[in-house]
Nanobody
């Protein structure tokens, strides 16, 4: 079992920034991929950004150049720095990790961007 605790959501104005953090509970083996997903009202959950244990990153086209994902393997944390926010970034953001071939989700944190 892996518990994920997210923080850092909230309200921002367009053009502003927010930083999301996700801390995973201690695991026996290293966590492989860590990622952030988001789900806007009436839409399917979508991948925002992912990072492997080695630091290889993947971004959705809609956030490239604005969002940065990073992780601290020693602390089992993953961060999402979100800059130049747009109203269309409004969604519930979920932390996601892959551990021993199972997928775990955080509880979600609301991000609202006003125009």
């Amino acid at each position: 079992q892996v518990q994920l605790v997210e923080s850092g959501g909230g309200l921002a104005q367009a053009g502003g920034f927010l930083r999301l953090s996700c801390a995973a509970s201690t695991t026996v083996f290293p966590i492989n991929a860590m990622a952030w997903y988001r789900q806007a009202p009436g839409k399917e959950r979508e991948l925002v950004a992912a990072i492997t244990r080695g630091g290889t990153t993947t971004y959705a086209d809609s956030v490239k150049g604005r969002f940065t994902i990073s992780r601290d393997n020693a602390k089992s944390t993953v961060l999402l720095q979100m800059n130049s926010l747009k109203p269309e970034d409004t969604a519930v953001y979920y932390c996601n990790v892959e551990y021993l071939q199972r997928t775990y989700w955080g509880q979600g944190t609301q991000v609202t961007v006003s125009s």
